[in-house]
Nanobody
Framework: QVQLVESGGGLVQAGGSLRLSCAAS????????MAWYRQAPGKQRELAAG???????TYADSVKGRFTISRDNAKNTVYLQMNNLKPEDTAVYYC???????????????WGQGTQVTVSS
């Protein structure tokens, strides 16, 4: 079993910053992709930012220039630094990891439980 534990969400005023963390643990052989998704009320879950093990990143257009994703491969941890937050960034943020678990040859996707980010105007 692999678990993802997120932290760092909260309430912040517009223009403020938050840093999310997500640590993966358990029966991990390797993790390739780690990403942050978000889901606002009444909307579909969408990719906010992703990073592969080599360091290549991708961002949703709506967060480019404001959010920075990074990872510590040795700790199986991914971070999301969110600056200049806007009310429209309000959502539940979910961590996702894709990789191979110990004793398996298949690629799995694992999700965290989500952390609430609320940006007030």
């Amino acid at each position: 079993q692999v678990q993802l534990v997120e932290s760092g969400g909260g309430l912040v005023q517009a223009g403020g910053s938050l840093r999310l963390s997500c640590a993966a643990s358990g029966s991990i052989f390797s993790i390739n992709t780690m990403a942050w998704y978000r889901q606002a009320p009444g909307k579909q879950r969408e990719l906010a930012a992703g990073i592969i093990s080599g360091g290549t990143t991708t961002y949703a257009d709506s967060v480019k220039g404001r959010f920075t994703i990074s990872r510590d491969n040795a700790k199986n941890t991914v971070y999301l630094q969110m600056n200049n937050l806007k009310p429209e960034d309000t959502a539940v943020y979910y961590c996702k990891a894709e990789g191979i678990s110990l004793g398996s040859k298949s690629i799995y996707a694992w999700w965290g439980q989500g952390t609430q980010v609320t940006v007030s105007s």
